[in-house]
């Protein structure tokens, strides 16, 4: 099982500003870099911030990505409709010796 | 294009084994470490495993250790994924990414996904 912990849902009207954590411990996001990943309906996952807090070319800076300690968290701003999808942070894990996605957050835009 | 392209999934009895080939294109294949990552249906991601670029090392996830064996050829831009003693469990799309470069875990490719279905 996951054990990077996202809410299983968020949700705001077109504009609105949604926020996202991710709640990891010291081997994982506490020493590691962290992703986060957009994966629409139906789609393969789609790179959105890379090391915390960078762009891949191509993402709008309405998302945006931090660490702080042990946890993590994506903000998109300026919300819209297309933005409806799930997102799942991911960082490697000392302990385990191996990559850990989030539990995945859907985000519902109303 | 950048691409991965999977293929090699389908419906196999528990105890079976399929080996799973990505193929990749438009880039330098054997300077890239890749992955394998899997998402059952209606389920989040999971990752799978990693191999090296010159494939010297490989890491894999618990759920799956001893059972497949990731491994590449370079000279082929392929990556393959050997499953054996497959589970009911192990039913999911499997995809193949590669690391944005500069990084070892930042996938900005991703294959389209092949499913492989563990059913009796």
């Known amino acids: 099982q996951s054990v990077l912990t996202q809410p299983p849902s968020a949700s705001g009207t077109p504009g609105q500003r949604v926020t996202i954590s991710c709640s990891g411990s010291?081997?994982?996001?506490?020493?590691?870099?962290v992703n986060w990943y957009q994966q629409l309906p139906g789609a393969a996952p789609k790179l959105l911030i890379y090391t915390n807090n960078q762009w891949p070319s191509g993402v709008p800076a309405r998302f945006s990505g931090s660490r702080s300690g042990t946890s993590a968290s994506l903000a998109i701003s300026g919300l819209q409709s297309e933005d409806e999808a799930d997102y799942y942070c991911a960082s490697w894990d000392d302990s385990l010796n191996g990559l850990v996605f989030g539990t995945g957050t859907k985000v519902t835009v109303l | 294009e950048v691409q991965l392209v999977e293929s090699g999934g389908g419906l196999v009895q528990p105890g079976g084994s399929l080996r799973l080939s990505c193929a990749a294109s438009?880039?330098?294949?054997?300077?890239?470490?890749m992955h394998w990552v899997r998402q059952a249906p209606g389920k989040g991601l999971v990752w799978v495993s990693r191999i090296s670029d010159a494939a010297t090392s490989t890491w894999y996830a618990d759920s799956v250790k001893g059972r497949f064996t990731v491994s590449r050829d370079n000279a082929k831009n392929t990556l393959y994924l050997q499953m054996n003693s497959l589970r009911d469990e192990d039913t999911a799309v499997y995809y193949c990414?590669?690391?944005?470069?500069?990084?070892?875990?930042?996938?900005?490719?991703w294959g389209q996904g092949t499913m492989v279905t563990v059913s009796s």
């Open positions: 438009d880039f330098t294949f054997s300077d890239y470490w």
């Open positions: 010291s081997s994982n996001i506490g020493s590691n870099t």
């Open positions: 990414a590669r690391p944005l470069a500069g990084t070892r875990n930042a996938f900005d490719i």
